[in-house]
């Protein structure tokens, strides 16, 4: 069976720091996986890897046995890997809809440069992106607010404009950079109620989180990454169980 996400020997030098150091593992079930690790550990950077925002200083990933490695960042997210940011990037003016709709939209410029001689074709193309993004907000649970400029909604749902925008280039994989941050202990346990259901609906959810309780919680799958390399990988239970986890965590907050 072809691995979802397959990363072998992935490694990102700066300088003399191995920010991801000979990093392997395969993912083949779905479900959610949860990269923790302590402050510096190279989470952000595996994330900014399997984007393409980052490039390999050596080793490789494949996304449903595709080598996406030396792929730019729109071209890894056609292949299926899209992405949240750790600080929010909605447009605030625009209505929660448009800021789904304007990535759909985007995408498929060259058909519409051609539809503008045709616009009765432009016209059913963009009711039809209208109802795809709104599916989406219906999705995530924010259906209602289709009409409000996404910058007066409580960070929480702003939150669920970017996961819906996310999935708007349908993923097989979406990568979430600290979702949580910056939430209220109920927004954070309403959204993380939201990436299982994500994940349920067959799109793998790999979630990089300070909340260790919360990815804990969500996770089929939990990575535990130290200083760029992998230091336990199994279920929550068994990586809440390892010492080595709880010694890494030294001095800073575990659940
Ligand atoms: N652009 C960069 N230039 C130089 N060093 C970098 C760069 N980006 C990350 N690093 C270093 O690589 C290591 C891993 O950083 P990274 O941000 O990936 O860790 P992290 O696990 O996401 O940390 P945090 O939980 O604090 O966000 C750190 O030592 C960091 O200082």
């Given amino acids: ?3 979802v996400l397959d990363v072998s ?3 990102v030098r700066y300088g003399g720091v191995a920010a991801v150091d000979d990093l392997s593992f395969r993912h083949e079930a779905g479900g959610v996986i949860g990269l923790i690790g302590p402050n510096g550990a190279g989470k952000t950077t595996l994330l900014n890897v399997l984007s393409g925002a980052v490039r390999l200083s050596a080793g490789s990933f494949a996304l449903n046995g595709q080598d996406l490695s030396a792929r730019r960042p729109h071209q890894i997210a056609r292949h299926g890997i899209t992405r949240t940011f750790q600080n929010l990037q909605v447009f605030g003016s625009l209505s929660v809809l448009d800021n789904v709709l304007l990535p759909r939209v985007a995408r498929g410029w060259g058909t519409a440069l051609g539809d503008m001689v045709r616009l009765p074709r432009a016209h ?3 009711t039809a992106e209208r109802e795809v993004a709104a599916g989406l907000l219906d999705r995530v649970g924010i259906a209602e607010y289709a009409d409000t400029p996404a ?3 409580a960070y929480g749902l702003q939150r669920r404009v970017e996961i819906a925008r996310a999935l708007a280039g349908d993923p097989a994989l979406v990568l979430l950079d600290e979702p949580l941050a910056g939430l ?3 927004e954070s ?3 993380a109620e939201l990436f299982t259901k994500v994940a349920d609906e067959g799109v793998t959810v790999l979630l990089v989180e300070h909340d260790v309780a919360s990815v804990l919680a969500v996770s089929g799958r939990v990575l535990v990454l130290d200083h760029g390399r992998l230091l336990a990988d199994g279920t929550p239970d068994e990586v809440s ?7 890494a965590y030294l001095g800073e907050e575990w659940t």
Avoid at 241 to 247: G, S, T, Y
């Fill in 9 to 11: 020997g992935a490694t």
């Fill in 151 to 153: 910058g007066s909604l």
């Fill in 189 to 191: 346990t309403d959204l």
């Fill in 1 to 3: 069976m072809t691995a």
């Fill in 241 to 247: 169980a390892n010492p080595d986890v709880r010694a």
């Fill in 124 to 126: 059913r193309r963009i």
């Fill in 184 to 186: 209220s202990r109920s």
